[in-house]
């Protein structure tokens, strides 16, 4: 079954930036999209970014305007590029793969990995 990878994580300070990957072990099912996910300490895991099988993104409001997810299909890889961090994205990010919700985001259907930790503190 397929496998996803998450990395690039680290700590960051306030303002600054990190880009994320997500690696599938194969290609997933054409009418999966993939989207990223994340929990914070405490907090259940929640939706962040989603683009689906046939280009819908949506974003979560808190991230809207400062996270952009993109798809190399090619490369079985998704990423997250996430300027003007906050501390209150500080989380561990997951990555996943489903099929499309009736409001256009990614309903996670694969196993969760372990993440990647983004930590933003000064």
């Known amino acids: 079954q397929v496998q996803l990878v998450e990395s690039g994580g680290g700590l960051v300070q306030p303002g600054g930036s990190l880009r994320l990957s997500c690696t599938y072990s194969?290609?997933?099912?054409?009418?999966?999209?993939v989207g990223w996910y994340r929990q914070a300490p405490g907090k259940q895991r929640d939706r962040v970014a989603t683009?689906?099988?046939?280009?819908?993104?949506r974003y979560s409001d808190s991230v809207k305007g400062r996270f952009t997810i993109s798809r190399d299909n090619a490369k079985n890889s998704v990423y997250l590029q996430m300027n003007s961090l906050k501390p209150e994205d500080t989380a561990v990010y997951y990555c996943?793969?489903?099929?499309?919700?009736?409001?256009?985001?990614?309903?996670?259907?694969?196993?969760w990995g372990q993440g990647t930790q983004v930590t933003v503190s000064s």
């Open positions: 996943n793969a489903g099929e499309t919700s009736a409001y256009m985001t990614v309903i996670p259907l694969r196993p």
């Open positions: 194969e290609t997933i099912r054409s009418t999966y999209g």
């Open positions: 683009s689906t099988y046939d280009g819908h993104i």
